[in-house]
């Protein structure tokens, strides 16, 4: 199914420790590319993280972040560091012998103390499992919110293609009546041309110059390539894998095909159509630009 590399998902889930939440956004990039914000207590859990995304996503900017709380009743409870205070009191017992004069520290002095108050150790564990299985709920909320505006894209691109389509086939009614209307024109000038260039000119004259007008003219390989490429793009849409890449290639090769063809028109009609055609071109381009 055809996905997006726009996309949104938040999953929060509880256990008796406490909860976590992931938010994970995605934007379109040229390649895989997550970038992780996790808490300090959750960072082993980065080369899973990774490995999960690529299980999940081929392409895209993801942006991963992981929150958690703790139960009121899980918080643990203040500790003190009685090795910490014991050498405090020692260093300055030992200052005080040598100085013989100064104030003692003072229980508020103590408790500053860098490392002598310090929560008590958090069992993080549970919260761990419970991080990497929501992980894989987050990732797949993801995928279905791709897969959502990617079937959206889908269904802009299949319209765009059939107004292709359409335009084509307007233009072989169009082109021969045109072509056959240029070359009375073009012969008509040449005619005179060649009479003034010398009296009774060379009809192989004429017929060569006029062979080389019509080629210039002929744009029915043009107009195959659009339909092979348009009936491409289609086939395209519907596989089940990603296609990205892919379509914007198909991009370049319509867009190549209508330049041509808007160099070869030797009448409004056909250069509208031709910009018709570049128009609806470029707004698939852009819209491919955000496909997996």
């Known amino acids: 199914m055809l996905r997006s590399m726009t996309a949104f998902a938040r999953v929060q889930e509880s256990c008796e420790t406490g909860s976590v939440t ?61 090795d910490i205070v014991r050498s405090l009191r020692q ?27 310090a929560d008590a150790e958090k069992d993080m564990s549970p919260l761990i499992d419970l991080a990497k299985t929501s992980l894989q709920s987050a990732l797949g909320q993801l995928v279905e919110s791709r897969e959502g505006e990617g079937k959206a894209l889908g269904e802009l691109i299949s319209t765009r293609c059939n107004q292709i389509s359409e335009i084509v086939a307007e233009l072989r009614v169009h082109r021969p009546a045109m072509v056959t209307a240029m070359h009375e024109k073009w012969k008509s000038n040449l005619n005179e041309k060649i009479q003034k260039w010398a009296e009774g000119a060379n ?50 090769e319509l867009n190549r095909e209508a330049n041509t063809l808007a160099s070869k028109s030797q009448d409004a009609t056909t250069t509208q159509w031709s910009v018709d055609l570049k128009v609806l071109i470029e707004q698939m381009r852009e819209q491919v630009q955000n496909i997996e």
């Open 22 to 82: 992931w938010e994970i956004r995605s934007v379109n990039h040229r390649y895989l590319e997550p970038g992780l914000k996790l808490p300090e207590e959750f960072r082993g859990l980065e080369p899973e993280v990774r490995k999960q995304v690529t299980k999940y996503l081929t392409r895209g900017k993801v942006d991963i972040s992981l929150r958690y709380k703790l139960n009121q009743t899980n918080n643990g409870g203040i500790q003190l560091n009685q």
């Open 91 to 117: 260093v300055e017992q030992e200052v005080l012998n040598i100085v013989h004069e100064g104030s003692k520290l003072s229980v508020s002095d103590i408790l500053s103390w860098p490392g002598v108050i």
């Open 203 to 252: 009809e192989g004259r004429l017929e060569q110059e006029l062979a080389i007008l019509a080629q210039k003219l002929d744009v029915d390989e043009e107009l195959d390539r659009l339909d092979t490429h348009i009936a491409e793009v289609e086939n395209v849409l519907k596989r089940n894998e990603a296609v990205g890449r892919r379509l914007d290639f198909l991009m370049q």
